[in-house]
């Protein structure tokens, strides 16, 4: 593997897949060789006691992964929760070490591996009792995993300060920042917050700003790779 990065969200719904997809077609449009993790899926469909998940399913087919969805989304679960909720409620313990094995087979096997998290940073994973009682969260999959983190946000109202505060999680924890990416998951309210947001997140983010994914209609293939291609600073992601 010659880079990975790590797809994190200043929250939930954010956008992180679409994006996650936008760079992986991006890339293969390039010429490149590129894998894809979706590491824990909570809200999985349970289709006759198998759990689907969409998220990981979608990277799959945008990466055009031949790899099974066990390696590329080793954490289902049914409950559209925190995994340390779900975890608790399922009855099922999630297995960081999993999380790890699979990542380290993918990164032997493609140039570039895209690791999308699961809500924002201080989500929580699970729960180490014999620590104490230590939570383990997104934050610290991440560092675990060494990767540098790519922050998908809004372009909307609150922004700014969510923006800033997942910055500030991951410089506490020493975690490379490659930069982050305003997301138009919806619409364009085309209000004055959505209007000068991007130019003030350039200004205050201590991180180079990778581009302006504006709101997708069509979803093809095609599509999500011209959109990124032309919205996306894709030299700065292929460089390590």
Request: no cysteine; glycine share 4%.
């Given at each position: 593997m010659k880079t990975g990065y790590f797809i994190t969200g200043t929250d939930t719904g954010v956008g992180k897949t679409i994006v996650a997809a936008a760079i992986l077609r991006s890339f293969i449009?390039?010429?490149?060789k590129v894998g894809a993790m979706k590491v824990i899926e909570t809200g999985c469909l349970n289709k006759d006691g198998i759990l689907l998940p969409g998220d990981g399913m979608l990277l799959r087919d945008m990466a055009e992964m031949?790899?099974?969805?066990?390696?590329?989304?080793?954490?289902?679960?049914?409950?559209?929760?925190?995994?340390?909720?779900?975890s608790k409620l399922e009855n099922i313990e999630v297995d960081i070490e999993k999380i790890f094995r699979c990542f380290d087979t993918l990164k032997k096997k493609y140039d570039y591996v895209l690791v999308e998290g699961i809500g924002g940073l201080m989500v929580p994973i699970t729960k180490e009792e014999k620590k104490k009682s230590t939570f383990y969260f997104v934050r610290?999959?991440?560092?675990?995993?060494?990767?540098?983190?790519?922050?998908?946000?809004?372009?909307t109202l609150g922004t700014i300060n969510h923006t800033l505060l997942t910055l500030e999680a991951l410089k506490s924890k020493k975690i490379p920042v490659k930069g982050f990416i305003i997301n138009f998951s919806e619409p364009a309210k085309k209000d004055i917050a959505e209007k000068t947001n991007s130019q003030v997140l350039k200004e205050l983010v201590d991180a180079p700003c990778l581009g302006v994914l504006p709101y997708l209609t069509e979803l093809s293939k095609d599509k999500i790779g011209e959109t990124a291609l032309k919205n996306f600073n894709i030299e700065a992601l292929i460089s390590q």
């Open positions: 449009k390039k010429g490149l031949n790899d099974s969805l066990d390696l590329i989304t080793p954490v289902k679960l049914e409950n559209p929760v925190s995994p340390l909720v779900a610290d999959l991440i560092k675990d995993l060494g990767l540098s983190v790519i922050i998908v946000t809004r372009p």
